[in-house]
């Protein structure tokens, strides 16, 4: 299996660790069962993702994933950051190996996660900007 | 030695090995100048054919065989097919279709097992306790009367066990009934006498032992008929067809040679090496060591850490020149972690942060040094960016150090 240097650089580097102690909105998907865990944190401030931070336990795909996804949505109008697809991620990262595809899913999930976190602490029912999603992992079918 | 100096550090022995300068040497000259086919008839053919030959009885010689009993094949997976493959065969032919193995083999035994089981065999997979042992006598109370074969492996590649292969060959002797044993680890790290053990059939492996990949042989006891798993030309004695790979199989002869000259040596400076390994690394907070602190092949260390993954422990240690092997999912080609560590009975979350550290005579103090100093730095790191640490600090009110 090989990593492509964007992953690997992104590993070694990860951008926007830790926890924010003012986050508006937390998600956290995925179980330690199989292996992966996201956990995302967001500030909020007139519609723009004005910061956030994440921690993560996982593989080496996993942590580039949560850096790169974090590093897409920093500063983006929340509608914008909502448009965030794995896809996107993993193009950012230069592609990544097939069996490692199911952590960038995990990635789009965190944040629509502290997106939902966020319209709920709102008082705003999330459905209709965030959407329906799994706060597992899909590649494992684990619950 | 400067605690941030930054130095290359193999690790990884139980996966393979370097060839060692006086295996390559001796294997060098069978490229260019004596490249002879060994079955040809010719001086170059020849000189092939007589240095195989002298490997052969050196491969013998280091297991307690006889040269006769020794078959050149690709290495341990093949081996194991041909092993438990063709017994099997054997053992229908007379109504015996019953196995015993155990649920941590290697999965070169293991899958051939699965796979003899879709083709009607019955296979028994004893499960080994939380140390990776079983008992004799579980072997014993297995055997039936259709048991046509017991395969269990010498020592565990993964958590380095030392099963009780002698206790385990004279039970299966006395039920008469054939004894393999995947010994592709335990060859050069522990003295073995294939007669004394009672061992039928035993799979070894040259890259484990300072020989190239791709080379390995089969002992199969004087007096046992099995049949051919690779048909063919009439090389091996017309048990195994193929062009004998002649420089690796001079390699394998000097490497083994050298590997059982000075085992107890070897056990004794490196087993100090690893138990100062793991006494330091066991000082890390919520770690435990898989596999039994004493029946343990020397140079393995086997360590779970809570709350991190190991895949990125593995790439971490490498930005830091630390090659090492991991049972995490993400490293065993599959999504759940490795089979060894669930048979030993660690959940899931652990088994994913484990690492196994393999050293050799080759690992100086230095190289230890430089473990000991890294990898709590690593771990920190990591559980540093942990969602599942930050949980198991604050549910089981653990001081985060």
Request: proline share 3%; aromatic share 2%.
């Given at each position: 299996m090989i990593y492509s240097e964007k992953v690997m650089e992104h590993f070694a580097n990860p951008r926007n660790v830790g926890e924010l102690p003012d986050a508006n909105g937390i998600g956290e998907v995925g179980n330690a069962k199989c292996g992966d865990i996201m956990k995302m944190y967001l500030k909020i401030e007139d519609g723009i993702v004005k910061d956030v931070k994440f921690k993560t336990f996982g593989c080496g795909a996993a942590v580039a994933t949560s850096s790169m996804a974090t590093e897409l949505i920093k500063g983006k109008p929340v509608e914008e950051a909502l448009k965030l697809t794995n896809k996107a991620v993993i193009e950012a990262l230069d592609g990544l190996p097939?069996?490692?595809?199911?952590?960038?899913?995990?990635?789009?999930?965190?944040?629509?996660?502290?997106?939902?976190?966020?319209y709920t602490r709102q008082g705003i029912d999330p459905t209709p900007f965030v959407g329906s999603f799994s706060k597992e992992c899909d590649a494992c079918g684990l619950n | 030695m400067n605690s941030t100096e930054k130095r290359f550090v193999y690790a990884d022995n139980a996966a393979t090995t370097r060839v060692s300068e006086a295996a390559l040497n001796a294997a060098l000259p069978y490229f260019r100048e004596s490249y002879g086919n060994a079955s040809s008839i010719y001086s170059l053919g020849m000189n092939a054919a007589r240095a195989v030959v002298s490997s052969r009885a050196k491969v013998a010689e280091a297991i307690g065989a006889k040269s006769g009993e020794i078959y050149f094949t690709s290495g341990g997976s093949e081996s194991d097919n041909w092993a438990i493959k063709c017994v099997a065969e054997s053992g229908a032919a007379v109504g015996k279709k019953h196995i015993i193995t155990t649920n941590f083999e290697h999965h070169a035994v293991l899958h051939t097992c699965q796979y003899l089981e879709k083709k009607g065999f019955r296979v028994t997979y004893l499960p080994v306790d939380s140390m990776g042992l079983i008992s004799p006598e579980q072997v014993k109370n297995a055997i039936c009367e259709d048991t046509c074969l017991v395969t269990v492996m010498f020592a565990n590649n993964e958590i380095g066990t030392i099963l009780p292969i002698p206790e385990i060959g004279k039970i299966c002797r006395e039920k008469k009934v054939l004894f393999?044993?995947?010994?592709?680890?335990?060859?050069?790290?522990?003295?073995?006498?294939?007669?004394?053990?009672?061992?039928?059939?035993?799979?070894?492996?040259?890259?484990?032992?300072?020989?190239?990949?791709?080379?390995?042989?089969?002992?199969?006891?004087?007096?046992?008929?099995?049949?051919?798993?690779?048909?063919?030309?009439?090389?091996?004695?017309?048990?195994?067809?193929?062009?004998?790979?002649?420089p690796s199989i001079v390699a394998l002869g000097v490497a083994i040679s050298d590997a059982v000259k000075s085992i107890e040596e070897k056990q004794r400076s490196v087993s100090e090496k690893r138990d100062r390994?793991?006494?330091?690394?066991?000082?890390?907070?919520?770690?435990?060591?898989?596999?039994?602190?004493?029946?343990?092949?020397?140079?393995?260390?086997?360590?779970?850490?809570?709350?991190?993954?190991?895949?990125?422990?593995?790439?971490?240690?490498?930005?830091?020149?630390?090659?090492?092997?991991?049972?995490?999912?993400?490293?065993?080609?599959?999504?759940?972690?490795?089979?060894?560590?669930l048979a030993i009975g660690l959940p899931h979350e652990t088994a994913h942060g484990s690492l196994r550290l393999s050293i050799n005579e080759e690992t100086s103090d230095e190289d230890i040094d430089y473990i000991i100093d890294t990898v709590p730095r690593v771990v920190k790191k990591l559980r540093s960016m942990s969602p599942l640490w930050e949980r198991i600090c604050r549910d089981e009110k653990i001081a985060d150090r």
């Open positions: 097939a069996a490692k595809l199911h952590c960038s899913v995990l990635a789009e999930q965190a944040i629509k996660a502290a997106m939902a976190d966020y | 393999h044993t995947d010994a592709v680890q335990a060859v050069g790290n522990v003295p073995i006498d294939v007669s004394k053990m009672n061992i039928d059939l035993l799979s070894l492996s040259g890259h484990k032992l300072h020989a190239p990949k791709g080379i390995g042989a089969l002992y199969i006891r004087s007096g046992i008929k099995i049949s051919n798993l690779i048909h063919g030309g009439a090389q091996e004695r017309t048990k195994r067809a193929g062009t004998e790979n002649v390994l793991i006494s330091e690394l066991l000082k890390i907070s919520e770690t435990r060591l898989n596999g039994d602190p004493e029946k343990r092949l020397c140079g393995n260390v086997n360590i779970s850490f809570r709350g991190i993954e190991g895949e990125s422990l593995l790439l971490s240690l490498d930005l830091e020149g630390i090659a090492a092997s991991s049972g995490s999912a993400c490293t065993s080609g599959s999504l759940d972690p490795s089979h060894v560590l």
